[in-house]
C-alpha cells in the first residue's frame, strides 16, 4: 500500500470514528445537548479536526441519516425481483420491521429521537435523497398496487402515510420498551404478529 492509500484509508477510518462517537453520543445525551468537542473528546482529538470533515453537528446528523436509510435501501434492493404489488408491499414492511429490529440505536436516530430535520430540508445537495428514495420507493408500490386493482377508493398519498406511520409506530412501540409496560407476555413477538394482522387488513381494500 502506497502512502496515499494508506493516507485515505487513515481518513476514512477517522471520518467512521467521528460517526460513531457522534451516533454514541446523540443517543446518550441527545442531539442538543452533544457539542463537536464532545465528539472530539470522545475520540480523544481537538475538536479542530472534527471540521476537516464536517462543517457542523447537523452534517454529522445528516451523515448518519445517510447511512442509515443506504443500509435500508441495500436490504430492500431484493424486491425487485417480486413481480406481485402487493407481495412486494408487504415483503417491503417486514424488510423494514426486520431492519429496524436488528438496528433500533439507528432506527432511533432516523425516525424517533428529536433532531435538526431543518437541516435536511435546507440543505443544498441532495435534499435528503436516501430518505425520500425510501418513502418513493413505499408510493410507487402502493401506485402499483392500486394499478392492479387493489386498495379501490383509496388516496395514493393518504395511504402511503398511513401505512408507513402503521408500521413506524409498533416498530417506534418495541424500541422504546413500550411493550414490555403493556404487552410483557407477548413483547418478543407482537411486532411482527402485528405486521401480520396488518397484511390481513390490507388484503381486504
Not at 77 to 92: D, F, H, I
Request: one cysteine or more; aromatic letters at 10%; glycine letters at 6%.
Amino acid at each position: 500500500m502506497g502512502i496515499a492509500d494508506r493516507k485515505e484509508r487513515d481518513k476514512e477510518e477517522l471520518r467512521e470514528r467521528i460517526l460513531a462517537a457522534a451516533k454514541f453520543l446523540f443517543l446518550e445525551k441527545g442531539i442538543d445537548k452533544t457539542s463537536i468537542r464532545n465528539i472530539a473528546d470522545h475520540i480523544e482529538y481537538s475538536p479542530g479536526i472534527i471540521y476537516h470533515y464536517f462543517k457542523d453537528k447537523n452534517e454529522i446528523f445528516h451523515a448518519l441519516h445517510q447511512l442509515g436509510f443506504l443500509q435500508l435501501m441495500e436490504k430492500m434492493q431484493v424486491l425487485g425481483s417480486v413481480r406481485n404489488p402487493l407481495e412486494r408491499l408487504k415483503a417491503m414492511g417486514s424488510i423494514y420491521i426486520d431492519f429496524a429490529m436488528e438496528n433500533p440505536d439507528m432506527y432511533d436516530l432516523m425516525f424517533i429521537k428529536e433532531a435538526p430535520i431543518d437541516h435536511v430540508c435546507n440543505t443544498e445537495h441532495d435534499h435528503w435523497k436516501e430518505g425520500g428514495g425510501a418513502f418513493n420507493s413505499l408510493r410507487s408500490t402502493i401506485a402499483d398496487c392500486i394499478n392492479a386493482g387493489h386498495f379501490k377508493g383509496h388516496e395514493q398519498e393518504a395511504l402511503t402515510f398511513l401505512i408507513w406511520s402503521t408500521v413506524h409506530g409498533m416498530v417506534s412501540l418495541h424500541i422504546r420498551k413500550r411493550c414490555e409496560v403493556v404487552l410483557p407476555e407477548s413483547q418478543q413477538t407482537i411486532v411482527k404478529d402485528g405486521l401480520e394482522e396488518f397484511f390481513k387488513i390490507l388484503d381486504k381494500l
